[in-house]
């Protein structure tokens, strides 16, 4: 069966550091991998996409980047966070019914 | 106008109530429809998903879409506490790339 793993579950970041969370899917290939970013009381928004290794799509300027180095593996980065860069961070892979999310990383910026 | 809406809530029923939550979307190419549930500090997971017209019936879950009028929806029959929970409305954009548009989302409390 198919499994999507996300870490860590929580983090705490000063304003200007960089960040790096990780997304990897077992159990399928070629994937289409997502991050949405949630902030509080809010939906989901989506911030990159990819459909095949090195390809990245982002839905939104920010501050943010993706790379997808490995056909299951999914990474978000910034090189310096902003305090608006809090919020919950989900990763999901697409199958061909159904979107699967990670357990999400709670981000907050301080 | 938002791609995907859902009324703003909090929807309040009695336990043993039916609950009743909308969505509508702008994209009239949007070819697959889904509902989330999300406790509070949770990732989303899937309760349906619909793609044509008319109902579906999943247990105490009913999905209803109707394309033309661009709206779905998702009742909950015989509710219950452990229902309650934020409910997201999601659209798969037409293309390849089968992204979700979500909406804000719908909080629903099931009072015992």
């Known amino acids: 069966s198919q499994t999507i793993h996300q870490w860590p579950a929580t983090l705490v970041q000063p304003v200007g550091s960089p960040l790096s969370l990780e997304c990897t899917v077992e159990?399928?290939?070629?994937?289409?991998l997502y991050w949405y970013r949630q902030a509080a009381g809010r939906g989901l928004q989506l911030l990159f996409y990819s459909v095949g290794i090195g390809q990245i799509s982002s839905e939104v300027p920010q501050n943010l980047s993706a790379s997808r180095p490995q056909d299951r593996q999914f990474i978000l980065s910034s090189k310096k966070l902003l305090l608006s860069d809090s919020g919950f961070y989900l990763c999901a892979w697409r199958s061909t019914v159904e979107a699967f999310f990670g357990q999400g990383t709670r981000l907050t910026v301080v | 106008q938002k791609e995907v809406e859902q009324n703003s809530g909090p929807l309040s029923v009695p336990e043993g109530a039916i609950a009743s939550l909308n969505c509508t979307y702008s994209d009239r190419g949007s070819q697959s429809f889904f509902w989330y549930r999300q406790y509070s500090g949770k990732s989303p997971e899937l309760i349906m998903f619909?793609?044509?017209?008319g109902d579906k019936e999943d247990g105490r879950f009913t999905a209803q879409l109707n394309k033309a009028s661009q709206y779905v929806s998702l009742l909950i029959r015989d509710s219950q506490p452990s229902d309650s929970a934020t409910y997201l409305c999601a659209v798969q954009r037409p293309g390849s790339a089968r992204q979700l548009t979500f909406g804000s989302g719908t909080q629903l409390t099931v009072l015992p």
């Open positions: 619909i793609y044509s017209n």
């Open positions: 159990g399928t290939s070629n994937p289409n």
